[in-house]
């Protein structure tokens, strides 16, 4: 499994390939949340290269097959973690948890993700998040809100 950050705003072809597997990813926590009003069920390609924080993708060969987006501030907050269904527990998640917690030295990070989607709650809680709250954001649509102290 090969690493890297390549801004998807510099090549509209590496862009689409992304919002592929966004889209395949995000359909996999909608099945389990019950609702596809997800924002990254709802972005299209001008959305997902508007986002100017740090991405970091996994690739198998030359295969994309994973990746996180997250935002540096004095707390880091993770935007996204997303690994293709047909390539989902293979660790490929958690290494880009290790790599997002590497690139966010002496920050918490904060994470909002369905309180109803276990596979992104052990995600996090396995790499030292814990819960903060849970809120209803829509009818129905409850997530829950998580930080990993620095
Ligand atoms: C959540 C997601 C990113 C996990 O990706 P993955 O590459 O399959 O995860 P990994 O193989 O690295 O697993 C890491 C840990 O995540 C948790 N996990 C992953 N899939 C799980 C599942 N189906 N059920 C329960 N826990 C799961 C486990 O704690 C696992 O550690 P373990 O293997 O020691 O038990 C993936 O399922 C996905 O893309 N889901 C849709 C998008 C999403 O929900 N993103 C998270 C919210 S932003």
């Not at 990254?40 to 097959?65: I, Q």
């Not at 290494?95 to 596979?119: C, F, H, K, Q």
Request: net charge negative.
């Amino acid at each position: 499994m090969i690493l890297s950050a390549p801004d998807p705003a510099a090549d509209p072809y590496f862009a689409a390939a992304l919002l592929d597997l966004q889209h395949a990813a995000f359909a996999i926590e909608a099945e389990l949340v019950g609702s596809r009003r997800l924002p990254p069920l709802l972005e299209d390609v001008v959305d997902l290269t508007a986002f100017r924080g740090c991405w970091v993708m996994a690739w198998d060969g030359t295969t994309l097959v994973g990746a996180a987006a997250w935002q540096l501030g004095d707390v880091a907050e993770i935007v996204k973690v997303m690994v293709h269904p047909e390539h989902h527990r293979r660790g490929i998640a958690g290494l880009l948890m290790t790599e997002v917690i590497a690139r966010s030295p002496g920050r918490d990070l904060v994470v909002a993700t369905g309180r109803d989607n276990p596979p992104g709650i052990a995600l996090y809680s396995k790499h030292g998040f814990v819960a903060e709250g849970d809120e209803e954001v829509e009818p129905g649509l409850w997530i829950r809100r998580m930080r990993r102290s620095a």
